[in-house]
C-alpha cells in the first residue's frame, strides 16, 4: 500500500483509518448529513468502489469509538500543470462533533496523503451556500480559486 493511502500519526484523540465496507451505515449517515441522500447499500457500493480505485482514498475519523467525520481523497493528473493533483471529494464533519478539530484533522490527513501520492497541490469544491465551511477552508490556509479552493503543497 502507497503512502497515500497508509493512515498517518493520530492528531488529539481522533482515530483516523480507510474505510471498509462494514463502514458502510457511518458512511451513510455522514452523506446525508453533508446533504447527499445516501443507504447503506449504496453506502457499502460507493465504499468498495473507491477501494478498487488505486487513486482513491476514504478517510474515516472516530473519537470516543465512534465515527464521527470523513474524507475523500481523488488523485489525478492534471493537464493544464502537467501534475497530479489530490482533489477532496468529501469532507463531512459530524454536527456534534464540529468545531472540535475533527476537520481540521481530516484536513491535514489529506494534506499528508496528497504529498505521499506525488501530488503538487490539494484542491476542493465546496457548494455557494456552505459560507461557514468557506471559512473554514480559508482559516486552513486554502484560497478562493473561482469555484475551488486551492492550497499548494510545495515540493511533494
Known amino acids: 500500500m502507497s503512502h497515500a493511502f497508509s493512515p498517518g500519526p493520530r492528531a488529539l484523540d481522533i482515530d483516523l483509518r480507510n474505510a471498509v465496507p462494514a463502514d458502510a451505515d457511518d458512511v451513510a449517515q455522514l452523506l446525508v448529513e453533508l446533504g447527499y441522500p445516501c443507504d447503506i447499500a449504496d453506502a457499502a457500493e460507493r465504499i468498495s468502489a473507491i477501494l478498487a480505485n488505486d ?13 464521527c467525520g470523513l474524507v475523500a481523497l481523488d488523485f489525478m493528473y492534471y493537464l493544464p500543470l502537467g501534475t497530479t493533483t489530490c482533489r477532496v471529494t468529501a469532507l463531512v464533519v459530524s454536527a456534534s462533533e464540529q468545531g472540535q478539530g475533527v476537520g481540521r484533522a481530516l484536513l491535514k490527513e489529506a494534506e499528508r496523503r496528497a504529498r505521499a501520492g506525488g501530488a503538487a497541490r490539494i484542491e476542493l469544491t465546496s457548494g455557494a451556500q456552505r459560507s461557514e465551511a468557506h471559512a473554514f477552508y480559508r482559516a486552513c490556509g486554502y484560497s478562493d480559486s473561482s469555484v475551488r479552493f486551492v492550497k499548494p503543497l510545495g515540493s511533494a
Open 55 to 67: 487513486r482513491q482514498a476514504l478517510v474515516l475519523a472516530r473519537r470516543n469509538g465512534a465515527v
